[in-house]
């Protein structure tokens, strides 16, 4: 599931230039109030397209702004830090309304020093993030007050790259750390070619439904009555159903290019998954006959008239788009559910595109071929009841496909309500239901294998209930990955994967078991981060792989634990900064920053446990990117590193 190719370099050029340098330069100043009493004044100047997150923002989305005094025994007393008003609107990282602030801003804070204070400066830890539209970056400078000059003091950020540490790795291969990862063997064709023939199968079923199989005889004997022009218009009528439903995919280039991570959002935001889930209910109650889903029967009569109105291929393009609007009652759940599974499959709208080519095209096939061929169509059986019967068991798909978007809400929130048993459960009612229907409408041959078929169905899906070593690898995009289970008593880690939180322990398990290293850099307030986990880990092949081939590392960058005495890490630049690291997250912060000369989040690396990098790191991708990814470096590590 990629996205275009220019999308995707678009993102390794943005990432290249976005992290080479905080996108936030500070500086400080101080205005004397009186003897004692002093105002410090912080300016940020903040690079485009980014922004710097407010003090005031509620749990769930980034982290605010913060300063903190090293020691607050010199004042009397101090205010709390002003800020200017902020701006509030949706972020798209966060998926929420946040409030930030961009370009410039300034903060203030009135200080009343203690009578004994006699130090020229002071010195306040300041802890910030940052986003783009795509990443995240946490960091913590120290800020420096003159207070015997009121001219403004640059505060440069730490330089990692000339300090001397504990925390440097002996890396090998690092000249794979200059470019991000590209997936070199694209699936996008094998992708694009499965969701073609997904579209030719909907095509097909639509052609079966009451909606459209009595429209051939009558369309094509219409045609024949053109003599020597008939193969002429109904070549053209077919490619104008073609071309009419590859342009319902025209419109989501557009939202691309607005925002390119709109069909991502859509793919991973619990509330259209809900959505999408009522909709799909609606579509199988419409199948199964409850009501109808029909546009406004003024489009199909003023349509219908143009088609008589008009002459040649100009009438023919209007018949075209009259037997599309007609037939939207069956065809509109099919084409719902092409949509939806397009759109969230992270494949883009150039997806959708090869899904609506494959539906037109078969809706198209057989009134081209019929009038090239029209002894054939003595041999089509006669519509009947069957097609009804048709139109219900595609309700049971819709339906089945509904509880599979509840599914995703269920994986996201963490409700813990569809467990893969209880998802299990209500496919094989779901299927049973569709068998028992089939008998219950005809006691006709075709009925009964078609129920039989169902039931069986049904049942060798229960049988996994019960039997572990069922093969479900065929509905292994579909139903909720294994680790989701009630016997499954879950950890602190990501999908109650088994993680480290501490790379010297990591490394030495790694060593111990001969496996590589899944060095996985993250944070508490990283949503992408979430993203990854919920909807890239939760896909059995790459849990699989991660779960049963590396030792995974998980750093939060963002961990406000304090570290032991013992542990506090004190650097030094060679411009004089000192920064001394006494919490977890600034530790995991620097250890990144020092090696791998990245700072953001997510950041993935694939390491030896001889610390030689199997490949390029990685960073916020598609599924089938990150499943190619870590099958790369396994395979490298096995072929080169595993018998050292």
Known sequence: MLKSLNLKLLFILLSFFSFSQDPVTWSTSVEKINNNTYKLITEASIQENWRLY???LEDGGALPTEF?????????SFSNVQELDAITKFDPIFQMDQSYFINQTFFTQEIVLDDNFNQKSIVQDLYYQVCDDRVCIFQDIKLIFNLDSENESVIKSFDYSSIISDLQLDLQNTELLENEYVNESSNNFSRRLNILILGLLGGFLALLTPCVFPMIPLTVSFFSTKNEKARLYSMSYGFFIILIYVSLSIPFYFLENINPEILNQISTSPILNFIFFAIFIAFALSLFGLFEITLPSSWSNTVDSKSNLYKGLISTFFMSLTLCLVSFSCTGPILGTLLVG???SDGGAIDLTYGMLGFGVALAIPFTLLAFFPNIINKLPKSGSWTNSIKVILGFVELALAFKFLSNVDLIQEWGILKREVFIGIWVLISVSCGLYLIITSR?????????????IGLYMGSSLFNKSTNMSLLSGLLP????????????CPLGLDCIKDFDKGLDLAKLNNKPILLD??????????RVEENTWSV???YDLINNEFILISLYVDDRSALSRDEIIVLRDKNGNEKILNKVGEKWSAFQTVNFKNNSQPYYVLLS???DLLNKPLQYTDTDTYFSWLDEGLKNYKSNYLLK
């Not at 006709?444 to 069986?456: C, D, E, Q, V």
């Open 521 to 530: 850099f993250t944070g508490w307030a990283c949503a992408n981060c979430r």
């Open 68 to 76: 903190v005094f090293e020691d607050e025994s010199i004042f009397q």
């Open 540 to 542: 059995p092949k790459v």
């Open 54 to 56: 407010s003090q005031n």
């Open 481 to 492: 990955p294994e680790f989701y289970s009630i016997y499954n008593d879950s950890n602190d």
């Open 609 to 611: 446990p001889n610390l």
């Open 342 to 344: 397009t759109l969230t």
């Open 444 to 456: 006709k041959t075709s009925y009964i294998i078609s129920s039989t078929f169902f039931i069986l």
